[in-house]
């Protein structure tokens, strides 16, 4: 009998201003995400740049209410996605696994595993594919299941990225619309997406899709707002020395303000749910250097979290792989279910 289960990944982020440094050691220590010359070294690296960089990042999650909000945002895309699924007659549970932070990747399996799910079709909330988010999380997976022969017992159906899906693009557009209408003078806006940036060396060394999904991602979200605005594609949060994609948001701005922008509407475009970059290093660091650059009117699109129609995005994504409602108790597979 087949039983199957959705399981949606994140990256995962401090909840109080103790978590801060642990979460910081699990993150570059993973050696997608922080790729080192010599990879033995990758711990004492991780507890050294966590100790360096805790203080500055406890001062801006603090500046946040003392921690990340992903863990609930992202559990209530789950409840709407499950409730979504159970309205459709597909009755399905929505585990949550964040790669860094509570609830573990790890202890998140054990949960699928013990409750019997033997197809499990995995959503990763990052619209575009990058080694260092979706590729991590899935490599972590690859592990887990060749280490433990239940887990490798359960079928795994991947969604690798989805920043095509119509209704995302729809729901992205809809956002940026009502953003534009905000302002006294909408045709006098400039629209600024800001991605979350990888080191440039990702894309040209090591092949990850990431900045061609992103331009591709704008470009499907720009045609559905159909307004005349100008819009420029910045990367922002770059950790580090290394080179990252550019433009970066930070250079942008002051770009945008010498070139005479007064009114400027910053569409966060990797994230699907508010956390720290777009609270914090947007909504505070951003509109600060935009006032200081000479652009007073600075606003933001709020990221999706529950949207309804992300969240019937999300549905459609995860549906081909599910059993046809009525059949779910049968060990045939519908004739749609993909395999990437
Ligand atoms: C698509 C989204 C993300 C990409 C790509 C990404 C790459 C990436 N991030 C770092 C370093 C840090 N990321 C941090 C937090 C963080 N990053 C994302 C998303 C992407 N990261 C999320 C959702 C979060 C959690 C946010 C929260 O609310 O807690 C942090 C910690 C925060 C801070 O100190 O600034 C770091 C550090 C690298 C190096 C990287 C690509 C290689
Ligand atoms: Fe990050
Ligand atoms: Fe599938």
Redesign the pocket.
């Known amino acids: 009998m087949s039983k199957s289960g959705v399981l949606l990944l ?5 909840e109080t201003q103790a978590d801060v440094q642990p ?2 050691y699990n ?2 220590a993973d050696p997608e ?2 790729r080192l010359p010599f990879p033995f070294l990758q711990r004492v690296f991780a507890w050294a740049i966590s100790s360096l ?1 805790a203080e ?2 406890r001062r ?2 603090a500046a946040i209410g003392g921690g ?3 863990r609930r945002i992202t559990a209530e895309q789950a409840r709407e996605l499950q409730a979504h699924l159970v309205a459709e007659g597909y009755d399905v549970p929505v585990y949550v696994a964040m790669r860094y932070w509570h609830p573990f990747t790890e202890s998140v399996v054990q949960q699928i595993k013990s409750d019997g799910i033997t197809r499990l079709v995995v959503l990763p909330l ?1 619209p ?1 594919y ?1 080694i ?2 979706t590729g991590s999380s899935f490599k972590l997976l690859d592990r887990l299941w060749a280490e433990d022969p239940e887990l490798a017992r359960i079928e795994r159906h991947l969604i690798c990225s989805w920043y095509d899906q119509p209704d995302y693009v729809q729901a992205m557009a809809a956002g940026i619309r009502a953003g534009l209408d905000q302002f006294e003078h909408p045709e006098q806006v400039h629209v600024l997406f800001s ?5 440039e060396s ?1 894309v040209t060394k090591a092949g990850d899709p ?1 900045q061609q999904e992103m331009e591709a991602c704008v470009q499907l979200i720009w045609q559905q707002v159909g307004r005349p605005n100008p819009h420029t594609l910045s990367y922002q ?1 770059r ?2 020395s290394v080179k990252w994609l550019h433009p970066y948001t930070e250079t942008v701005i002051p770009e945008l303000g010498s070139r005479g922008v007064k009114h400027l509407l910053v569409v966060p475009i ?2 699907v ?1 508010e ?3 777009t609270l914090q290093e947007i909504d505070i660091e951003y509109r600060e250097l935009a006032h200081h650059s000479g652009i007073p009117d600075f606003r933001r699109v709020p990221a999706l979290n529950a949207d309804p129609q992300f969240i019937a995005g999300l549905v459609a994504l995860v549906r081909p792989h599910l059993l046809t409602p009525g059949l779910a108790s049968s060990a045939f597979a519908p004739a749609t279910a993909l395999h990437p």
């Open positions: 994140n990256l995962g982020g401090p979460f910081l993150l570059f995400l922080i960089r500055k990042s801006n999650y990340s909000p992903l990052y575009q990058s260092s988010t991605a979350h940036g990888i080191p990702y990431y949060s950790v580090g990797s994230f749910s956390h720290i970059e």
